[in-house]
T-cell receptor
Framework: DAMVIQNPRYQVTQFGKPVTLSCSQTLNHNVMYWYQQKSSQAPKLLFHYYDKDFNNEADTPDNFQSRRPNTSFCFLDIRSPGLGDAAMYLC??????????????FGSGTQLSVL | AQSVTQLDSQVPVFEEAPVELRCNYS??????LFWYVQYPNQGLQLLLK??????LVKGINGFEAEFNKSQTSFHLRKPSVHISDTAEYFCAVSEIYGNKLVFGAGTILRVKS
């Protein structure tokens, strides 16, 4: 059974048109992460939520926002997608904030295309 | 800040042959090390992790990795690969008091029959 679910699997948007990617989890984990993975590159952490506390990475563009209305759901909003934002977006969860001893559970990702 | 270098972008290998996927890291502090696997159209799965203790770590699917502090390496090995091992493998590092993973660029393992 899928524990971290990302919808949709593929998303196409137009240049400059806002888009939202969704992630849900059935694990009741405290922490939810969003990673951006461009083709042939390493996944890069954009931000994470520890419960309701939002933690943005220093180099994450302002164009990227996130919402976590409850424990189970987390959204990635791209306000004005550019061609360079085309990537696979991975959601992950962990029980606690220390990723070291905690296992990260990843969703299958949403592949975003920008036309 | 930490960084991870995976020296090979692709590794082709015949079925039942041994394989080694190389990973080197840099960090000014002590780290934990991880290998993740990503099968086509799937998310990342944890293969194994090194936190402390024995430098030889065994993971799932017959994979193992050895932590070498002097060489700042954490190479992944399997003595005999299967077609089903075809996937992309990511090495990752985290500060021991940190809360995020830094990934390498990945190595695509292609197992041929």
């Amino acid at each position: 059974d899928a524990m971290v679910i990302q919808n949709p699997r593929y998303q196409v948007t137009q240049f400059g048109k806002p888009v939202t990617l969704s992630c849900s989890q059935t694990l009741n984990h405290n922490v939810m992460y969003w990673y951006q993975q461009k083709s042939s590159q390493a996944p890069k952490l954009l931000f994470h939520y520890y419960d309701k506390d939002f933690n943005n990475e220093a180099d994450t563009p302002d164009n990227f926002q996130s919402r976590r209305p409850n424990t189970s759901f987390c959204f990635l909003d791209i306000r004005s997608p550019g061609l360079g934002d085309a990537a696979m977006y991975l959601c992950a969860t962990s029980r606690d904030q220390g990723a070291t001893n905690e296992k990260l559970f990843f969703g299958s990702g949403t592949q975003l295309s920008v036309l | 800040a930490q960084s991870v270098t995976q020296l090979d972008s692709q590794v082709p290998v015949f079925e039942e042959a041994p394989v080694e996927l190389r990973c080197n890291y840099s960090s000014s502090v002590s780290v934990y090390l991880f290998w993740y696997v990503q099968y086509p159209n799937q998310g990342l799965q944890l293969l194994l992790k090194y936190l402390s203790g024995s430098t030889l770590v065994k993971g799932i699917n017959g994979f193992e990795a050895e932590f070498n502090k002097s060489q700042t390496s954490f190479h992944l090995r399997k003595p005999s690969v299967h077609i089903s091992d075809t996937a992309e493998y990511f090495c990752a590092v985290s500060e021991i008091y940190g809360n995020k993973l830094v990934f390498g660029a990945g190595t695509i393992l292609r197992v041929k029959s």
